[in-house]
């Protein structure tokens, strides 16, 4: 079973996200912001990881940076309510590997996430 850990400091979003995910057959481990996340990480191995932008006490480009500086090449994708073109290429700039939008469409979500497990063979480093 592929794990997903889901960052994001709005309760409902990981709700929503953690339901639907599960019931399409992966097991989902929840952080509520940068620092729980990196614990989060680091204890539960996840394949893949869903992180919001804004968030207290660490964002999601600070956790970003942090992963990739000393963690891993695990495939991540940017959730954000965010979506002007700066803050979107900032995103990438941290290495991130895609980037949703809310709202959250749950099947484009499930299709991002198919696509970047397939593709993180490829992206280890």
Request: with cysteine; net charge negative; glycine share 4%.
């Amino acid at each position: 079973m592929q794990k997903i850990l889901i960052i994001d400091d709005e309760k409902a979003v990981v709700d929503m996200l953690s339901d639907f995910l599960g019931t399409q057959g992966y097991a989902v481990s929840k952080a509520y912001d940068g620092e729980e996340g990196i614990r989060k990480f680091d204890s539960d191995k996840p394949d893949i990881v869903m992180c919001d932008i804004r968030m207290p006490h660490k964002d999601g480009y600070a956790f970003l940076e942090e992963l990739r500086s000393s963690r891993s090449w695990v495939p991540v994708i940017m959730v954000s309510a965010i979506s002007d073109p700066v803050n979107i290429m900032k995103g990438y700039a941290f290495e991130a590997d895609y980037y949703i939008t809310k709202p959250i469409n749950l099947e484009d979500t499930l299709k991002a996430l198919k696509i970047m497990l397939s593709l993180a063979p490829l992206r280890k480093k």
